[in-house]
């Protein structure tokens, strides 16, 4: 083979490799930048995070339907204590979930989250959530999980969500194999036996 055969050879091995390294890398990152895509979007339902409720509420109300489910495979029973909520729209408010292991052992759960119409997910924000940490109940044990929320009054402005009534928070809990802690109940809940 020729000097330039090679280097032409060598040359197409780089990029080919240099390509399935950078595919490697985008399987590594997709998961963390999907999660940060649904966040700034409210893609999927995807509910946003805030530090606390505007200032300024509207007199217009909606209602906030809750569900709530558990995965098969985790021995809890867990639902919402109020079926639904009409509030103003931007004013902070608060739902209650309550949690119960039923099982003979220690139990880690970690709760999934959307709202529907997904369209209303950008604007539904959660101040305080047990869904932002895993949460670990012992035997027994039975946990008040509370959701401070607000809907944000940009909701009137879309003229794809502005005309939306009402709005469903669903949670879905399923197990965690390895923890990341180990506490014996959600920050800031109520805790009974």
Not at 47 to 58: E, F, L, V, Y
């Amino acid at each position: 083979m020729s000097a330039p055969n090679n280097a032409k050879n060598l040359r197409v091995a780089g990029m080919a490799l240099g390509v399935s390294l950078s595919m490697l890398g985008l399987a590594y990152a997709s998961v963390p930048l999907y999660k940060l895509f649904c966040q700034v979007t409210g893609f999927g339902g995807t509910t946003q995070r805030a530090d606390a409720a505007p200032a300024q509420t509207s007199e217009q109300k909606i209602t906030v339907r809750f569900d709530a489910n558990t995965a098969a495979s985790l021995g809890w029973k867990f639902h919402a204590e109020q079926q639904a909520m009409t509030v103003h729209i931007g004013e902070q408010n608060m739902a209650h979930y309550r949690a119960v292991n039923i099982s003979d052992r220690a139990l880690t759960g970690s709760a999934v989250f959307n709202v529907t119409p997904v369209s209303a997910g950008i604007y539904f924000n959660k101040i305080q959530c047990f869904c932002f940490t895993e949460q670990t109940l012992q035997p027994g044990e039975s946990v008040d999980m509370p959701v401070v929320y607000f809907v944000d009054p940009d909701i009137l402005n879309d003229p794809d969500t502005a005309s939306i009534k009402e709005i469903t928070l669903s949670y879905t809990f399923y197990p965690v194999d390895k923890p990341k802690t180990v506490s014996a109940a959600p920050a800031a809940a109520g805790v009974t036996n």
